[in-house]
């Protein structure tokens, strides 16, 4: 498969590398294609780099994977017509780190995962991964017991190619959450996330859940 | 010890039961005394029914569980003399359910928890259990794993008590999240409890940590 992740940073830097280790072609897209992150990518795993507009029009899957602040702004320079009718992953948070604690610029009756199936209403958004650290993402067997990922997206058949996606990763216990709207729920956990990062001292770690067994 | 329950629903009937079953005193406060659930607790536990005011006079521990769209005018009716200088938990969450999916009236930049300690400087507002449904609040043991609960408030003798209290029934992973503000992070994992409720099937669950071993 040809994926296009947009974004250099922590998160498009594991999923571009994990993806190249399980042999798809990767397309990493920045702002200029000249971004020396992206070429450092290119160079060390033999994937692409390229501006935003070319690894979206290069991938058959696109992983939004910039910092939530400015996802439209990458998205339309990545181009409507290049994400139409693809599988389009979000995996952003908006958060504002001027206000201690952070906040998020999008929350509670609307969220990131939906502004951008708003403004892009013919890629299939699927929200996910947005609730766990970058290496975890990519590698959940690095945490013991069946910790929990989300989806969260309106076309039932982009879910299924993200689910069989996760599932590549090592994912076992992935929660269909419904439609995009259920991004929210998603997005909302980062404050709680935030905290226990402080409070365990490290960003490696997720939830599991427990229920009653009758 | 002597508690005032405020609220007469679910988590207030679940929690005044509770107190009472582990020897504690308490007084049920409603709108009325005359409140029937609130009569029906006493007439059934040898506890107390009375008003809001009365419950907070009597009480030396004060726990706020009427739904979080009434808490001020609860709490107002219930009087600042009375919760001068005594612990204030409050398990209460906003959720506006008119809209679907529900919404939090209070979220992101503020929460139930920040506002009840700014309108009450007085009490000693811990924020905990609003994370789970009323059985597993006052039963954690109904569970299987080591399953969490957290604590927020200004006041670490405050959350010492409620610590006390929350081992007293059972909870053995109780999570300090330091200052009141960290209400806003409890309070916002209630879009995603909603979501898994239906996803699940059952209230009846909770969430557990995996972290890396080294």
Redesign the interface.
């Known amino acids: 498969m040809r994926y296009g992740v947009l974004g250099t940073g922590m998160v498009g830097q594991a999923l571009a590398r994990r993806l190249r280790e399980l042999g798809h072609e990767v397309a990493m897209g920045a702002r200029e294609a000249s971004n020396e992150k992206a070429r450092a990518f290119a160079a060390e795993t033999g994937g692409q780099a390229m501006d935003f507009a070319g690894a979206a029009a290069f991938g058959e899957v696109i992983i939004h994977a910039t910092s939530g602040a400015h996802a439209l702004e990458a998205l339309n320079q990545a181009g409507a017509e290049n994400l139409a009718g693809k599988v389009l992953i979000d995996i952003s948070n908006a958060l504002d780190f001027s206000?201690k604690?952070p906040?998020?610029s999008v929350?509670?009756?609307d969220s990131l995962g939906e502004t951008i199936q708003r403004a892009f209403p013919q890629a299939r958004v699927v929200k996910t991964l947005c609730t766990v650290n970058a290496k975890v993402m990519v590698d959940p067997g690095?945490?013991?017991?069946e910790?929990v990922v989300f989806l969260s997206g309106n076309d039932n058949g982009a879910k299924k190619d993200v689910r069989d996606l996760l599932t590549s990763f090592g994912w076992t216990a992935i929660?269909?959450?419904?439609g995009i709207?259920?991004a929210?729920?998603?997005e909302?956990?980062m404050?709680?996330w935030?905290?226990?990062w402080?409070?365990?001292g490290?960003p490696?770690?997720?939830?599991?859940?427990?229920?009653?067994?009758d």
């Open positions: 206000q604690p906040v998020l929350v509670n009756t690095r945490l013991p017991g910790h929660i269909d959450l419904g709207e259920g929210r729920a998603q909302m956990m404050p709680m935030l905290r226990l402080g409070h365990l490290t490696d770690f997720n939830w599991m859940l427990t229920r009653r067994a």
